[in-house]
């Protein structure tokens, strides 16, 4: 479902994000993207989630390449990736309903079946009493889980989460975790980057990869650091 081969990110005046990376993740496995901040965690998702192109290398992500893909179809890989982030992205000033609703909104969706649809995916993500809320109403883990219903509105085979509770107290971060988690269940492969270490030792049947200054120097399914 996702692989990177020989990828490097390199940035002008930065340097390299990433050096020659190369890990493949398979059908329905849940996986934690680790490393220290600067790592490239970050850039390693916006790669994934084709926001950005590779230097060297390639980036498949299910039937697409980083290579042959155009900018005029990186619509349709965004139907398959859903991404979530740890501030949220939220619309200021709308409820939770028109968050989730206003992704269908720029496809065209007619405005019956977006309303249906959101209130569906607000009710997957045991909001289903705070769909008329603003989001400033909302606690942060109530935030995030309006940010992932948002990403799920496509039906996408995977989903990236980048730091999603890096802001969140135990209590919404377990929340999270166990949303994720049946989501992955249910056939979805979930990448998650983050730096949280004991988050990961909760989850000791997850895939790991560290990174470290854009090197990747572990992956769990070999059980031996990488070399380099």
Do not use: C
Not at 165 to 180: E, H, Y
Request: net charge positive; proline share 4%; glycine share 8%.
């Amino acid at each position: 479902m996702i692989e990177l081969t020989h990828v490097s990110k390199e940035y002008p005046k930065r340097g390299y994000a990433l050096h020659d990376v190369s890990f493949h993740i398979k059908k329905g496995e849940f996986a934690f993207l680790t490393g220290h901040s600067g790592s490239g965690k970050s850039t390693t998702m916006r790669l994934i989630h084709m926001a950005e192109r590779p230097t060297r290398g390639e980036v498949r992500v299910a039937a697409f390449s980083s290579e042959r893909v155009t900018e005029r179809d990186l619509w349709k890989v965004r139907r398959r990736v859903g991404m979530v982030f740890q501030d949220f992205r939220l619309l200021p000033g709308r409820t939770a309903v028109e968050n989730v609703g206003f992704a269908l909104e720029v496809t065209g969706t007619p405005q019956k079946a977006i309303q249906s649809r959101a209130n569906r995916l607000l009710t997957q993500v045991g909001l289903a009493s705070k769909a008329g809320a603003r989001v400033e109403e909302l606690s942060g883990g109530e935030r995030q889980r309006v940010a992932i219903a948002r990403a799920l509105v496509n039906d996408p085979y995977i989903l990236l989460a980048d730091e999603p509770t890096g802001n969140l107290d135990d209590r919404a971060t377990r929340g999270i975790m166990d949303l994720f988690w049946d989501l992955n269940a249910r056939g979805m492969v979930v990448l998650m980057a983050t730096h949280d270490l004991e988050l990961t030792r909760r989850h000791p049947h997850a895939r790991f990869f560290e990174l470290d200054q854009g090197k990747l120097v572990y992956d769990s399914a070999t059980a031996d650091p990488v070399a380099s």
